[in-house]
């Protein structure tokens, strides 16, 4: 094979920085142009990141890049959730039922800088920071680039560039209104482009729970720990070194909201009502609530993710989710690794390659956004509910009983590698079923498994994963 062209990838963030690897590992000479100083060498400001959840298909990506050998030293599995009851009380709920069905939290930016460090040890590929993109132009190949360090303006052409860059990514921004532009005979896109942001009416805030005074965690590590409370909640993730991350998600508006925690006073007031064994954890609260940023949550939807042969989309760049799936930087791997797979499957010829991968991610895309925004009502509320966790306890039965027709929609986005839209697809059929079995109900041997098996073999087929 000829050697490739040189890329630009906009953006070190996590799918930049996996992809560049990736692409260096194939010959690629890759350049990287990231907005942000190295955060290997700076301090960053606390609070701007909800702590990460790495699965199946972000695992497999890393193992498709050689990596994760190395992140394994970053992880702490979690094996499911833990419920806080308003009363004090606690419940564990088993993600999966087997002892492979965890997930694992992981700080962003311990893993960020794990894959900038595998990304400047491929000799290919080359990271600039403090390089802010200005303007792109699409027709002349040509990037207006700051260099924030002194304030000087370039103009620089690029010969393939890669949108890594983010919700707010100047590559889509760029992209879509030029496709949009175009006309049939110009381009090979469809006439058809579009784009979205969807804000969530709820913003979130981080907390910590530092580590006792031995060093040790002061509540169970290897769990999500959640405080649903209808319409809003918090939760915390574990860290190494002892620490939770701990996020509150809460409308912005109304009562009780973000506008209404406007003092010491009320911060604390709020906790003490709602999360009392939280408050008791979370040393200098008010100071820490108002000290840390307020976050928006939106979804970003776009289309088309390409242009020709030459710029690309991946990750939030292509499909920013909210985070209650879990799946943002999963989603963000596989559009690596499932780029990378058309790329040696069509011996790298980016004209043929580019098509699939917008064909094959942009139905997933939006089926992930949609069951992530499902999944917060489930986390703030349904979750709790004896009917949700009867439905979980019956899943999970008929799991064990028909293995290759019935995996939980759960179970599918996290710890398989079936396309996010079966799993939507499926999900649904099996949602009725549930429905129609525990009508009614309120214990799992009250269930009519003959019933389950004519409605099974009825309306699904076997899984193949």
């Not at 207006?144 to 002194?150: A, E, F, G, K, P």
């Not at 429905?435 to 099974?456: C, F, N, R, V």
């Amino acid at each position: 094979m000829e050697r490739p062209n040189s890329i630009t990838i906009a953006g070190a963030g996590l799918a930049g920085a996996l992809l560049s690897v990736m692409l260096g590992q194939r010959g690629y000479q890759v350049r990287i142009l990231e907005r942000r100083p190295d955060m290997r060498r700076s301090t960053v400001q606390a609070g701007r990141s909800i702590n990460l959840a790495l699965s199946s298909r972000g695992i497999h990506a890393l193992q498709q890049a050689g990596l994760m050998d190395q992140v394994k030293k970053l992880l702490i599995p979690m094996r499911g959730r833990i419920l806080h009851h308003l009363d004090g009380s606690t419940q564990f709920l088993s993600y999966g039922q087997r002892p492979e069905e965890v997930i694992y939290s992981v700080s962003r930016r311990d893993l960020n800088m794990l894959l900038m460090d595998a990304a400047e040890l491929a000799p290919p590929v080359n990271v600039f920071f403090e390089q802010k993109i200005d303007a792109i132009d699409l027709q002349q190949r040509s990037l207006q680039i700051s260099d924030l360090t002194d304030g000087y303006s370039r103009q620089e052409s690029y010969e393939r560039l890669i949108g890594a860059d983010g919700a707010g990514s100047i590559v889509r921004r760029s992209l879509i209104p030029f496709v949009r532009g175009q006309s049939p005979s110009e381009s090979s896109e469809s006439s058809e482009s579009s784009e979205s942001s969807e804000l969530l009416d709820h913003d979130y805030k981080e907390l910590e729970i530092p580590p006792s005074a031995d060093g040790g965690y002061r509540i169970e590590p290897e769990a999500l720990h959640i405080w649903p409370r209808g319409d809003y909640m918090l939760i915390a993730l574990p860290n190494q070194g002892g620490s939770f991350t701990v996020t509150l998600f809460l409308p912005k508006t109304g009562q009780p909201s973000f506008a209404t925690l406007n003092s010491h006073q009320a911060v604390n007031a709020f906790f003490q009502q709602q999360f009392p064994d939280a408050l008791e954890l979370i040393p200098d609260l008010a100071d820490d609530f108002f000290r840390n940023p307020q976050g928006i949550l939106g979804t970003v939807r776009c289309q088309p993710w390409y242009y020709s042969d030459q710029v690309v989309l991946i990750g939030d760049a292509a499909h920013a989710v909210v985070p209650f799936h879990g799946q943002g930087m999963n989603a963000s791997f596989e559009d690596c690794s499932e780029l990378i797979r058309l790329l040696d499957q069509h011996g790298h010829a980016w004209d043929q390659a580019l098509p699939q991968y917008y064909q094959a991610r942009l139905p997933n895309a939006n089926a992930i956004a949609d069951m992530a925004l499902e999944n917060y009502t489930i986390m703030r509320d349904s979750v709790s509910q004896p009917q949700f966790q009867l439905k979980k306890d019956v899943g999970f039965e008929l799991e064990r009983r028909y293995p290759d027709r019935f995996i939980p929609r759960y179970s599918m986005v996290m710890f398989h590698l079936l396309p996010y839209a079966d799993a939507q697809r499926i999900g649904q059929i099996q949602d009725s079923i549930l429905e129609q079995l525990i009508t009614g109900k309120s214990q799992p041997h009250e269930i009519d498994y003959d019933l389950a098996d004519q409605l099974i073999h009825s309306q699904l087929e076997i899984i193949s994963s």
